[in-house]
């Protein structure tokens, strides 16, 4: 559900909120200044050395850095974001959201990502060109912790290969999410690091508490006249862009709790590979896999009007999403707490636009397959503002709904689950046909994007 342009956006996004936590680095908002403050850019390599004596990381080569305009900034991420992300994928993940009910029909996705940009846009460190780029709007005292969570970029990718993880294999954004938490978790506490040693006292994450809930009480009092883009965003998207450094960098503090910085290193080695072991880090820690579920093929079951559009992973934290987009967020986060896997499919009839969407998920345990169950049932009679079937004993359980046939089926620890579909003929191949789905366990191998510099 958390497509490659959503991380793309994050790498910059959330850094306003969370600089704005140390004291430090107003990104929006401040008087540009009558031209680029050249010292900004002779600051980057004292900068670099102290971000590679906290990390404990030794500098393999010098970082080229330069200065762009807000314009500059923003054409260059846009270019990278569309490089990434084709308008069909675009289009097609638009088309998912908006039948999950997440955004308002005909939300134009990529025109908010860019005002999303302009609303958050400063400097960045591009793995490609292995440059870092600084605002050239902004006076140097505002920039140096943006400055430090950048450049322990650039020693991420001088160790550990960043430019790894931007090809990443389709159809599974809940893993590439995790990855990205891992990288920003992890430049996010040497950001905190560097701007507390500024203001002379040391920043020991090993004897905090949880600093992923110390940065979700903080977000629920962002600034909307400062960030009023960001802070109407849909929740898919504010949420979304905001996970890999809120929960990413409670994800590293685990990791140093129990394995210093050693650990970090090995876990480039050995990624996380869902949002489920980034929210539980015991469970990255004991590697806890996820399921991957192949969903059995539902082209014969449609027809040849209908072609599949999209594919993905929701994973926990885009059912934490969905469900708590419409019922209590409390009770939406213990019920995906049981995540074991999932994987989605979107078919489109491109005569009439009709859209079916079908789910296969499995979960932990029964009873987690079971409140998910009720909880979903739940979802789908506010979401399609539906009437309770006259038979709950059911199987599968079927809400008529004015974008089609919604049905929900449990099967001991996996539900299936489809919505927007036309006859229940149609939904009964369908459902014979989901049920074919095949899972297996992730191995050893864990994401498959692997590889050092």
């Given at each position: ?6 991380a ?12 704005g ?21 002779d ?41 990434e ?21 005909d ?9 999303l ?14 440059e ?13 912790t ?73 977000s ?40 210093s ?46 072609r ?5 992973v ?49 979960w ?11 909880l ?44 927007g ?30 590889g050092?510099?």
């Open positions: 559900m958390q497509k490659r342009f959503t793309l956006v994050a790498l910059i996004l959330a850094l306003a909120l969370l600089a936590a140390t004291g430090s680095a107003a990104l929006q908002g401040t008087p540009s200044i009558a031209r680029p403050e050249t010292a900004s850019l600051a980057t390599d004292d900068i670099l050395r102290n971000v590679s004596r906290l990390r404990g990381l030794e500098i393999k080569r010098p970082v080229k850095s330069g200065l762009k305009t807000k314009d500059e900034i923003e054409q260059a991420i846009i270019r990278d974001m569309d490089e992300t084709s308008p069909e994928e675009f289009a097609a993940t638009t088309k998912t959201l908006t039948k999950l009910g997440l955004l308002p029909k939300f134009r996705l990529r025109d908010y990502i860019v005002q940009l302009r609303e958050q846009v400063a400097g960045f460190y591009e793995p490609k060109s292995q870092f780029f600084l605002a050239a709007w902004l006076p140097l005292s505002e920039q140096k943006v400055m430090a969570h950048e450049l322990m970029h650039a020693l991420q990718d001088q160790h550990f290969n960043l430019r790894r993880f931007e090809h990443w294999p389709k159809g599974d954004s809940d893993a590439e999410m995790a990855a990205h938490a891992l990288v920003e978790g992890e430049a996010t506490i040497v950001m905190y690091q560097y701007a507390a040693e500024k203001d002379h006292f040391i920043f020991d994450v090993t004897r905090m508490e949880s600093l992923t809930q110390r940065m979700l009480d903080q629920g009092e962002m600034d909307r006249a400062m960030y009023p883009v960001l802070s109407s965003a849909p929740t898919v998207l504010r949420e979304g862009l905001q996970f890999p450094y809120i929960y990413g960098i409670g994800f590293v503090q685990e990791i140093l709790k129990h394995r910085w050693k650990g970090v290193n090995q876990s480039y080695d050995r990624l996380p590979t869902s949002t489920e072991q980034i929210i539980h880090p015991e469970r990255f820690l004991f590697r806890d896999e996820p399921v991957k579920i192949k969903i059995a093929d539902l082209q014969t079951a449609l027809g040849p009007k209908f599949k559009i999209d594919t993905d929701n994973g926990e934290f885009g059912y934490q999403i969905l469900l708590g987009e419409f019922i209590d967020k409390r009770e939406a986060r213990l019920a995906a707490d049981g995540w074991g896997g999932d994987c989605y499919e979107l078919y489109e009839d491109a005569s009439t636009g009709a859209l079916i969407l079908a789910q296969y998920t499995t932990d345990r029964a009873s987690d397959a079971k409140e998910f169950f009720d979903y049932s739940k979802r789908i009679m506010k979401r399609y503002n539906a009437q309770a079937p006259g038979d709950l004993h059911a199987r599968p359980r079927i809400y008529e709904t004015g974008e089609g046939l919604v049905s929900i089926e449990l099967r001991d620890k996996d539900v299936v689950i489809i919505e579909a036309r006859t229940r003929d149609e939904l009964t191949r369908l459902s014979t046909r989901l049920w074919e789905s095949k899972k297996t366990v992730v191995g050893d191998q864990g994401s498959g994007v692997r050092k510099n």
